[in-house]
């Protein structure tokens, strides 16, 4: 939904901003099925873990996964560099999506959920810091920069 010059929830044609969207690319010798698949395994630092949770054949899955996997002990120092990373993958490796992000233009991107993310996410009840968003803003300025 666009609400004055923003995009608040990434959903109907914004979808392809979610981590969920499935967009594989290839990063550390693996294609991922989504930034979701990525993200999710590498809260482990066990490489048989990373495997299987990156061949999980659903977003949810991989997320469902990820929250049950013993966390590296780096995790909060490193969690937001992998995500760059994984989004970095998904957007330099897919023209069509490094495009349609361009096309929002300045728009403010807001992902929001009513599930309690308040880190990634703005929650609807309980705000929040809307990282996700502002990364995606970042590459997308990145990419706007270079064209």
């Known amino acids: ?83 760059f990373a994984a989004l970095i993958g998904k957007f330099s490796q897919h023209d069509e999506l490094r495009k349609k992000l361009l096309a929002t233009g300045n728009m403010k991107l807001v992902e929001t959920n009513d599930w309690g993310d308040t880190y990634w996410g703005e929650d609807t009840a309980y705000g929040g810091k809307n990282k996700l968003g502002k990364m995606l803003m970042r590459i997308r300025r990145i990419y706007q920069l270079n064209d």
């Not at 939904?1 to 392809?16: L, P």
């Open 1 to 83: 939904m666009v609400i004055s010059n923003s995009v608040r929830g990434f959903t109907g044609k914004y979808r392809f901003l979610s981590n969920f969207y499935l967009a594989s690319f290839l990063m550390d010798g693996w294609e991922w099925p989504s930034v979701e698949h990525y993200y999710q395994a590498h809260k482990s630092a066990d490489s048989s873990e990373i495997i299987r949770i990156g061949g999980l054949t659903t977003c949810i899955g991989a997320k469902r996964a990820g929250r049950r996997t013993k966390l590296r002990k780096d995790w909060i120092k490193i969690k937001d560099d992998v995500m």
